[in-house]
């Protein structure tokens, strides 16, 4: 879906959201019901199996359309909400099992909002991280540069350092459990 088809998916979204009517629904249903289908035809291609998880995702949307305001890419959450309910009918009903949703997690992928959640985490890590480096001696500072940011063998390390392997190896070990003691309270 292009960007114009992206605008109108949220015209689409935003009228039925705010409106919750029927006509908004069918207007949001044919808009994806073909696109949909062709995402859910790549997954499984039992057709049959695709057409009424389909309708059951947007009986769910019917059913929740009220609790919806906050979804803000709704062409992601309608596409992933939908993959995640068509593997977890596909599976369940090829294996008889049910589907977990950490099972889900692995086949399906991070809407946008996931992935900036995680980005913002892993920079709030990685300031702790410098943070607690940066309470280590210069030495011990210096040596767990070089051997995890410079990717640096003990051996390199004592020549650049002028230090045994064995004193940077104990050095290294000492870092390491300060670290811990800083970053796991």
Known sequence: MGTRGTEEINALWIAFVNDQGE???????????????SVG???NP???LVTDTLNQQFLHLWQQRARLNDVAYPLTYITTSFKRRLLKEGIAFYTGQELTDEHLEL???????????????DAVQQQKITNAIEQLSDRKQ????????????????AVATGLSERTIYNKVHEAIKELRKLLVP
């Not at 006509?23 to 289908?37: D, G, K």
């Open 23 to 37: 006509q908004e629904f069918y207007a949001l249903y044919r808009r994806f019901f073909p696109y949909l289908l």
């Open 41 to 43: 035809l790549k997954i």
């Open 46 to 48: 039992d057709r049959s």
């Open 107 to 121: 086949l399906t992928e991070q809407s946008p909002e996931q992935l900036s959640l995680l980005r913002e985490a």
């Open 142 to 157: 210096q040596l767990i540069r070089m051997k995890y940011f410079e990717g640096l063998s003990y051996a390199q390390m």
